[in-house]
């Protein structure tokens, strides 16, 4: 019964860490001195994001596969990769918008979260590929992308999260690396990675999620320029 039960607690933690990116987000007070509130959001929502890989993998590995740790996954990844990092971007980078345009905006990416996750789970895939970016992906580029308010205009946030929503809920084809399985010498790479990542949150707690922001961004133009190819 407790191995079943694994691969949830990492879920549940996904969503929880989703609740505490909100509420630092809507926290005008630094909980840290040295790193931003919003920084230290998407910081979180990466860790989240690190959460939902692991419980498909535990998941997986344990044989523990259920209708009910699926359903839940998609619940917590709306919340912690729709609703956060959509909030995120409203109250850091959408003070200089139409006030209308920045609600409708923010609504908007979360409800493609959705439509996206009732997709994925009613519809079968193509094995090897997700159809639409998935919405951890689409979370974390947005929320890091806020953090680039005072180099890029609102209205460029504005167009680029609501490109986000569409490839969410669009028919491009993304890579999946659900199956792949590490061999030794790729696991220490990611293992030295990690570690390296925590050195960069000790020491430049700033700029850890800008670091993130370039490969996911590459992910997501990778699909889509696939994508248009394939059709020409």
């Known amino acids: 019964m407790l191995r079943k039960t694994v691969p949830s607690m990492f879920t549940i933690l996904n969503l929880a860490l989703g609740i505490v990116a909100i509420i630092l987000v809507l926290n005008d007070v630094p909980v840290f001195p040295d790193i931003e509130n919003a920084n230290l959001a998407s910081i979180i929502i990466i860790a989240a994001m690190l959460m939902d890989g692991i419980d498909g993998r535990v998941a997986r590995a344990l044989n523990v596969q259920s209708e009910f740790g699926k359903e839940l996954d998609s619940l917590s990844d709306i919340i912690s990769f729709g609703v956060a990092p959509a909030f995120i971007m409203y ?6 918008v139409n006030p209308a345009a920045a609600w409708i905006t923010t609504a908007i990416f979360p409800i493609c979260g959705a439509l996206r996750l009732a997709r994925f789970n009613v519809i079968e895939g193509i094995p090897g590929f997700f159809i639409g970016l998935p919405i951890p992906a689409a979370g974390v580029i947005l929320c890091t992308l806020a953090l680039f308010h005072q180099e890029l205009s609102a209205f460029v946030l504005v167009g ?24 030794k010498m790729a696991a220490l790479i990611a293992l030295a990675s990690v570690v390296i990542a925590l050195i960069i949150v000790i020491l430049f707690p700033n700029y850890l999620s800008r670091l993130i922001f370039v490969p996911l961004v590459l992910y997501a133009l990778y699909g889509t320029f696939m994508g248009f190819k394939r059709k020409r």
């Open 160 to 183: 680029a999260s609501l490109l986000l929503s569409y490839l969410m809920i669009s028919r491009v084809k993304y890579p999946s690396f659900k199956k792949v399985r590490l061999t």
């Open 91 to 96: 109250l850091v980078a959408f003070g200089e």
